[in-house]
């Protein structure tokens, strides 16, 4: 009875809340594009985005833009850098430190603040001056990195900036298509509190911030005077939730609760098909691998770093992830421009176990640190099983010591040094050169400095690594890297294994999606149909 | 009455007190570091340590235990390091969120499990005890998170009829008990919280009234005529005592924060917080939490002694 008369009660109150919200008229159709995030939080959106890449991409790039920005307008080609709020920058032909950065003209933050050299230098106190009243340690944590190369930043005039590097780095302006610029006078009206600053930050990017509620949502809207208007977003407002778990995302897509997913996993793909949602692959410049640690045996023994790569039969993890990934055979992927044609390393057991044995590792025990989740890290569960698997079957006895995230970030940041681990399973981005080979291979970024985790060092990749920081003509340092990049994988530096494809999946409801072969995506084309 | 629950009061600092000492120490124990997640992987050791240095982590251990402790005693929580915004502020937010379904859930529970287990009691050994049984049985084995999985697929997914995830249309900060629109996306969760107390409190309540039923006090009023209705109200009335203990003891723990549902459903609740500040290691957002729960659940199991002795007079006098 009570039951019944509950019922009754909240049928009574739908069709009264139906009715009232027919009786309001409809807002001139806004259309709007809710997306489904992997991230846990909402990343930070005051211009040091955390999360990952991930929260550059729905938390960077949507409100802010950088001196440059990665033009992804492309599918088939490796995303590269274009003109961002600097129109061009040129080394200075007398002194091989020092970027002549032009900036771009007319442009105003959201909240009306000038785009200007005045303000370029003050984002760069925010990070480098350390008694700034702006100055942000959470934001130097984040972005740090990309300003390390920077010894002094000079006005020229209103529009021109010299940036002066502490040694010659022809491959600066990547750093720079990393580094937001945030509204100089939003930050002094929050009185430099960036928590304050939290509640109306301000950017010059194609979307500004509508409004927040943490840990939920996320809401953007268009930027109608967007100073390039080919990227004026074409929807509305942008919704951002953070979902972490893949079944999670999924089911919402279906039920109709978002319009785009990030990363559904493999065996919901089937289902979401099945209901007519579009699923999008690209290659990008992801790689999961395992980083050996080469300080020590066995993996300091190049032969049985061989016999690893040669132990992994690729196809079967590709198959295992239903086609959302293609074979490694290394770090970078075959678009981008310093693949080279270095050795392969096909699925051969005999060869592993001949190798190992030639090694005298047999059976070769190893220690082998890995997350349970985490950006870029895939399905890192079952997929460590099969490379445990395959492995062992060449002659490896492989321990597999799982752990959260968060604690295999603190074993990778300490260094293969630091811990008894013979690899960690994990994924970085060689999103350009810097990232996917110098930082990666060259001896003076062994730890405690980013990114050589496993000590790994050759004097030749060293010295070619030292020519292409030092080579400001393009062709040239493309053909340094790519010699560098060949000799790191005949060394077999890593355990390759396979590249994500970033499977996404769309709503049918949404058009104009071009998915860039980048971490980064551009959601401004986007359609949003009824 | 008043000095035994002032004694109570008095007793819960201590609790409290090795609550946090122990989530602390915990928090230590396990290996990573709040700092990591402000970092991007290619950080230098300074920005690192600079960062260690803005939130006091580079302090020993028992400073920073008593910085904080010292700081909760004046009212102050502290600041999320992954957030950076007022730990107070968070913890409240998500303790309102929880603790509205929690309520529900276990009212639905309480009610549900009197009528179920009064009659298995009284028709005990029949085929409606055996099928009241079946659901107790369920309720308490089934896990909720899988539950909940199970509903998503069912309600959200294949009928369309409820949102697979999240707090209301625009949110929890705008979310309304009064409007379907917002209702509609408490329901699932409801369900999943309700059933596994629903579960307890059934075979709970099954057992207590078949007890009270065979006691020499119900042959005596049924010897005087008294109607059957009036015999189950007698045998209600001394179950009741049992129920509310029970009725507490369910309602701290889902305050705790079904972690599992919440995490299922996206409800931004204290489970779910609690969840987000151990994977990040947020030690003033995890003490900040555990302190209010803890506060929650000790005032909640205090709450539940004062009614029981209002109820029945004869605790109160042991």
Known sequence: ?????????????????????????????????????????????????????????????????????????????????????????????????????????????????????????????????????????????????????????????????????????????????????????????????????????????????????????????????????????????????????????????????????????????????????????????????????????????????????????????????????????????????????????EYDPDKARALLEEAGCMPCVIKVGISTSGSGQMQPLPMNELVKEQLDAAGFQVVLEPMDWNALIGVFLAGAGQYDYNAINFSMAPIDAVQGVLKKWMTRNAPPNCCNWGFYSNPKVDALGDQAIAEFDKTKRDALLTQMNEAVVADASELYIVHDLNPRALSPKLEGFVQAQSWFQDLTPIVVNP | MWLYALRRLLLTLPILFGVTVICFALVQIAPGDPIQNLLSPTASQADADRLRAAYGLDQPLPIQYFIWIGRVLTGEFGMSIANNSPVAGEVFRAFGNTIVIALISVALAFVLSMILGVVAAYRSGSLIDKVITAIAVFGISVPPFWLGVVLVIFFAVNMFWLPATGMGASGSESFSYFDWNDLKFAIMPIIALTLPPLGIMTRTTRAAVSEILSQDFIQTLRAKGLSEMSIMLHAVRNVMPAAVAMFGLQLGYLIGGSVLVETVFTWPGTGFLLNKAILTRDIPLLQGTILVLATAFVLINLLVDLIQSIIDPRIKRS
């Not at chain 1, 230098?121 to 100055?135: C, G, L, Q, T, Y």
């Not at chain 1, 967007?226 to 079944?247: F, T």
């Not at chain 1, 099945?274 to 993996?299: E, Q």
Request: proline content about 8%; aromatic content about 12%.
């Open chain 1, 1 to 345: 009875m009570r039951s019944t008369n509950m019922r009754n009660a909240i049928t009574a109150a739908t069709v009264a809340l139906v009715g009232f919200g027919l009786a309001v008229p409809a807002t001139a159709a806004e259309t709007v594009l809710r997306v489904a995030m992997t991230a846990a939080d909402i990343p930070d959106y005051t211009g040091a985005p955390d999360q990952g890449y991930e929260g550059y991409r729905f938390a960077g790039y949507t409100l802010y833009d950088a001196l440059a920005l990665w033009d992804l307008s492309s599918s088939d080609k490796a995303a590269d850098i274009v003109p961002g709020l600097a129109t061009e920058w040129n080394i200075d032909p007398d002194d091989n430190t020092r970027w002549i950065y032009k900036l771009r003209q007319g442009v105003t933050y959201h909240d009306g603040c000038q785009w200007n050299a005045d303000s370029a230098i003050w984002n760069f106190e925010r990070v480098m001056k350390s008694d700034a009243p702006h100055f942000n340690p959470r934001h130097v944590g984040q972005m740090g990195t990309y300003t390390a190369q920077i010894a002094s930043v000079e006005k020229m005039d209103d529009y021109t900036i010299a940036i002066k590097t502490k040694q010659p780095s022809s491959l600066f302006p990547y750093e720079m298509a990393m580094y937001y610029m945030i509204s100089n006078c939003a930050v002094e009206a929050a009185g430099n509190d960036y928590a304050a600053y939290s509640a109306k930050p301000s950017g010059t990017g194609p979307y500004k911030f509508s409004s927040v509620v943490p840990h939920e949502r996320l809401e953007l809207v268009k930027n109608e005077t967007y100073w390039n208007p080919d990227r004026i977003p074409k929807h509305d407002k942008l919704v951002l939730l953070p979902m972490p778990e893949a079944s999670t995302r999924a089911a919402a897509l279906l039920s109709g609760q978002v319009d785009f997913v990030e990363a559904p996993s493999p065996d919901t793909i089937p289902r979401l098909q099945s209901a007519g949602m579009k699923i999008v692959t690209v290659p990008y410049p992801h790689n999961w691998d395992y980083m050996f640690n080469m300080s020590k045996p066995p993996f300091d023994n190049l032969a049985v770093r061989q016999a690893a790569n040669y132990a992994i039969n690729r196809q079967d993890m590709v198959d295992m992830l239903q086609g959302v990934a293609i074979p490694a055979y290394q770090t970078l992927i075959d678009s981008q421009p310093w693949y080279g044609n270095p050795v392969k390393y």
